[in-house]
């Protein structure tokens, strides 16, 4: 019950993320610095604190995927940011979680994964509800929206290129995997702001935007993973995957209820299909996975 309860905490923050971010007056690639450079500090002091080590052979061993997934989470954060920009935080987020269709589609090619039947129809049901929302949950001030949606999309494909990655890096712990990862992305994200936006707008930050920023990096992305790797590593994969959906949940509350953001019902039903059809997917997948521990299939 305390893994369910620290994995839901987890999701939670993790939902809020578009909320803290629409009052950070910096740019999304200013955010995403903060946001891994803060978060990566506080996971830093975790490790200290319960007296785990960095492997320097693993970290060498692993050095090109790590590199790579250093690069997706940034770009992921950059444009997820962005997305929040431009949108609602529901559209935001439902073009965020395109992410593991695009993961079902690039694995048979990747993963040499086989393509099942059931996949296949939950891919179609998810392109059918992206359209929905697309062609009818956009209203006439819809230039703006479908720029946001776009950049959800854009960011859900460097979540997938960054799980399909992580597919590949062997023997290391999950915090410590997220802590050079964050680590990679501060370092990769330090260049790319300073040439295309320079540093002004952080020397010029304003007072309201300090506790938010500091929410973000410390909270959302510390806290948050902290909580995510605590409450995970006590649950099946089915759990996880049934619990993940929290997030979606309160981030769309978030956006109607708070932010009275509004949606349409085409949208919604557009959202549901492709909310709906990801998590038959990754509960069929789960299903299959833990049959095949037990031996009853081969």
Same mark, same amino acid.
């Given at each position: 019950?305390?893994?369910?309860?620290?994995?839901? /905490?987890?999701?939670? @923050?993790?939902? +809020?993320?578009?909320?803290?971010?629409?009052?950070?007056?910096?740019?999304?690639? #200013?955010?995403?610095?903060?946001?891994?450079?803060?978060?990566?500090?506080?996971? /830093?002091?975790?490790?200290?604190?319960?007296?785990?080590?960095?492997?320097?052979?693993?970290?060498?061993?692993?050095?090109?995927?790590?590199?790579?997934?250093?690069?997706?989470?940034?770009?992921?954060?950059?444009?997820?940011?962005?997305?929040?920009?431009?949108?609602?935080?529901?559209?935001?987020?439902?073009?965020?979680? %395109?992410?593991?269709?695009?993961?079902?589609?690039?694995?048979?090619?990747?993963?040499? #994964?086989?393509?099942?039947?059931?996949?296949?129809?939950? =891919?179609?049901?998810?392109?059918?509800?992206?359209?929905?929302? @697309?062609?009818?949950?956009?209203?006439?001030?819809?230039? *703006? *929206?479908?720029? !946001?949606?776009?950049?959800?999309?854009?960011?859900?494909?460097?979540?997938?290129?960054?799980?399909?990655?992580?597919?590949?890096?062997?023997?290391?712990?999950?915090? #410590?995997? +997220?802590?050079?990862?964050?680590?990679?992305?501060?370092?990769?994200?330090?260049?790319?702001?300073?040439?295309?936006?320079?540093?002004?707008?952080?020397?010029? =930050?304003?007072?309201?935007?300090?506790?938010?920023?500091?929410?973000?990096?410390?909270?959302?992305?510390?806290?948050?993973?902290?909580?995510?790797?605590?409450?995970?590593?006590?649950?099946?994969?089915?759990?996880?995957?049934?619990?993940?959906?929290?997030?979606? %949940?309160?981030?769309?509350?978030?956006?109607? @209820?708070?932010?009275? #953001?509004?949606?349409?019902?085409?949208?919604?039903? !557009?959202? !549901?299909?492709?909310?709906?059809? +990801?998590?038959?997917?990754?509960?069929?997948? @789960? !299903?299959?996975?833990?049959?095949?521990?037990?031996?009853?299939?081969?």
């Amino acid at each position: 019950m305390k893994s369910k309860i620290l994995f839901i /905490l987890s999701m939670i @923050i993790f939902g +809020t993320i578009g909320l803290v971010v629409r009052y950070i007056d910096l740019t999304a690639s #200013e955010r995403a610095l903060f946001s891994s450079f803060l978060g990566c500090l506080f996971l /830093l002091i975790i490790l200290v604190i319960t007296k785990k080590k960095l492997s320097w052979s693993l970290m060498k061993a692993n050095a090109l995927c790590l590199f790579i997934s250093g690069i997706a989470l940034g770009g992921n954060w950059i444009f997820l940011y962005q997305s929040y920009d431009h949108t609602t935080i529901a559209n935001a987020t439902i073009g965020y979680y %395109f992410a593991p269709v695009f993961v079902m589609i690039l694995s048979p090619f990747i993963l040499r #994964e086989k393509l099942s039947r059931k996949k296949f129809i939950c =891919i179609a049901v998810a392109i059918i509800g992206m359209f929905l929302i @697309i062609g009818k949950g956009i209203s006439t001030s819809a230039a *703006d *929206d479908l720029l !946001g949606l776009f950049f959800g999309v854009i960011a859900a494909v460097f979540y997938a290129a960054l799980l399909l990655v992580n597919k590949f890096i062997k023997n290391m712990g999950r915090l #410590e995997l +997220t802590i050079i990862q964050l680590g990679i992305t501060t370092f990769m994200l330090m260049p790319y702001v300073f040439l295309t936006e320079g540093f002004n707008n952080i020397l010029k =930050i304003t007072g309201s935007s300090i506790p938010f920023i500091l929410m973000l990096g410390i909270i959302n992305t510390g806290i948050g993973f902290w909580l995510f790797f605590a409450g995970m590593e006590k649950l099946s994969g089915q759990s996880i995957a049934m619990l993940s959906y929290v997030d979606p %949940f309160v981030a769309i509350i978030i956006s109607a @209820i708070i932010l009275q #953001e509004q949606m349409t019902i085409i949208q919604v039903i !557009g959202g !549901g299909l492709l909310l709906g059809s +990801t998590f038959v997917s990754e509960a069929k997948f @789960i !299903g299959v996975f833990k049959r095949r521990e037990k031996g009853l299939l081969r």
